[in-house]
């Protein structure tokens, strides 16, 4: 794995131990970073299901101004953390360890605290999460959209092409296949993000 392009071109990073996480390819991550480019200037973004940090990373490298990664293998958070080192991003990001569909559920709980609200969310989840446990991404996707996500945001949901799940609130701007991954980009429903669209 390596960074494609901005700050940190070239840069080789970490990749997880077993089978963990599922890397993107180098071609599809040129081809979908193609179209996102437009939107990275100053983003903030969030990575969730981050595994060592790839996508994150390379919003860094191309100028987003925060990336908050999410991430529960302690593997794979160990080389997360130390891609973050390599490339001396860590004062532009925040880890979040652990169950995140939890995490979301307390900020759901704490509406006094507003959220630093993503112009961009990456949802890779692992291989057929869709299938096995389609309510949390539900959740999941409501959270989003209810606090999380700015109204021009976009949600990038990567997942193997023959697992298919609607996400509440969200429609399909683009959708793309690459083999057996299908990458849907996908906005807000208009009047389905709620508050503030502020940082």
């Keep these: 794995m390596r960074i494609i392009a901005g700050e940190f071109r070239g840069r ?10 599922r ?5 599809a991550k040129q081809s979908l970073f193609d179209v996102l480019a437009p ?3 100053d983003a903030v973004v969030y990575d969730c299901f981050a595994g060592t940090g790839s996508m994150g990373l390379e919003c860094l490298s191309r100028g987003a101004s925060h990336v908050t990664f999410f991430e529960a293998d302690r593997s ?8 973050l080192a390599a490339v001396k991003a860590a004062d532009r990001a925040t880890v979040i360890p652990g169950n995140l569909f939890q995490w979301f559920a307390r900020e759901a709980s704490r ?11 990456f949802l890779d989840p692992p291989y057929r999460f869709l299938t096995q446990h389609p309510d949390e991404l539900l959740q999941l996707a409501l959270h989003l959209c209810h606090a999380h996500l700015k109204p021009d945001g976009l949600v990038i949901f ?23 991954m299908m990458i849907e980009l996908l ?3 208009e009047n389905d ?7």
């Design 187 to 189: 906005r807000p429903e």
């Design 12 to 21: 080789k990073l970490l990749a997880p131990e077993g089978d963990v996480t």
């Design 39 to 41: 939107l990275m200037a």
């Design 111 to 121: 509406p006094q605290v507003p959220p630093l609200r993503a112009d961009l969310v």
């Design 76 to 83: 794979a958070l160990a080389r997360l953390h130390q891609n």
């Design 193 to 199: 993000v709620t508050g503030s669209a502020g940082h």
């Design 23 to 27: 890397p993107i390819t180098d071609r």
């Design 158 to 180: 990567r997942h193997d092409a023959k697992d298919q799940l609607a996400l509440p609130h969200l429609r399909a701007d683009d959708v793309r296949t690459y083999g057996e």
